[in-house]
T-cell receptor
Framework: DTGVSQDPRHKITKRGQNVTFRCDPI?????LYWYRQTLGQGPEFLTY????????KSRLLSDRFSAERPKGSFSTLEIQRTEQGDSAMYLC??????????????FGSGTRLTVV | AQRVTQPEKLLSVFKGAPVELKCNYS??????LFWYVQYSRQRLQLLLR??SRESIKGFTADLNKGETSFHLKKPFAQEEDSAMYYC????????????FGKGITLSVRP
């Protein structure tokens, strides 16, 4: 695997339902990041992990959002009781060091969430 | 507070024209500066980073610490440069993450 994989690519859900997204980073990367991107905006930081430890959470991440990286490999982002305002592209990225290694952060293709 | 500003939303030029995409930042400490690019229907990818001092696809970016700017430049734009461009400083320590600007759409017309 030479890239960051995200699953699913698209998710349509009804308001109030729970959704979970998965991210598989580049295997040798110890840092994993979640971002959210809405139309016309740059990616907004949500949270990041170093190995299995969640080191920072944005104020954007309400109590309905939770992220895990249980074994320091893949990560999941769960949104409970989805709201229409949660509709966005959710991006995952990984990097190899605190200062991003030689290639910077590598991004996945994202999961597009639509809440109807 | 950390802030990155890309003042323009759209830049439209003809092929062969020079391009300058502006980025200003307000950060504590010494952030590392990146430009990321997103071509149509593709994922975000690294274009260049300040520390490497490389020229990628003809683009360069000069860090001006006095003006806290990191403008992206290319002397002769090509149609394949049409994309969304994001300036993204990375902080240090507890702020060790990328913070993205709102991005600018570059449109290069034939």
């Amino acid at each position: 695997d030479t890239g960051v994989s995200q699953d699913p690519r698209h998710k349509i859900t009804k308001r109030g339902q729970n959704v979970t997204f998965r991210c598989d980073p580049i295997s040798e990367h110890n840092r994993l990041y979640w971002y959210r991107q809405t139309l016309g905006q740059g990616p907004e930081f949500l949270t990041y992990f170093q190995n299995e430890a969640q080191l920072e959470k944005s104020r954007l991440l309400s109590d309905r959002f939770s992220a895990e990286r249980p074994k320091g490999s893949f990560s999941t982002l769960e949104i409970q009781r989805t709201e229409q305002g949660d509709s966005a592209m959710y991006l995952c990225a990984s990097s190899s060091t605190p200062r991003s290694g030689p290639y910077g952060y590598t991004f996945g293709s994202g999961t597009r969430l639509t809440v109807v | 507070a950390q802030r990155v500003t890309q003042p323009e939303k759209l830049l439209s030029v003809f092929k062969g024209a020079p391009v300058e995409l502006k980025c200003n930042y307000s950060y504590s400490g010494s952030p590392e500066l990146f430009w990321y690019v997103q071509y149509s229907r593709q994922r975000l990818q690294l274009l260049l980073r300040h520390i490497s001092r490389e020229s990628i696809k003809g683009f360069t970016a000069d860090l001006n610490k006095g003006e806290t700017s990191f403008h992206l430049k290319k002397p002769f734009a090509q149609e394949e440069d049409s994309a969304m461009y994001y300036c993204a400083p990375e902080g240090t320590g507890a702020n060790s993450k990328l913070t993205f600007g709102k991005g600018i759409t570059l449109s290069v017309r034939p």
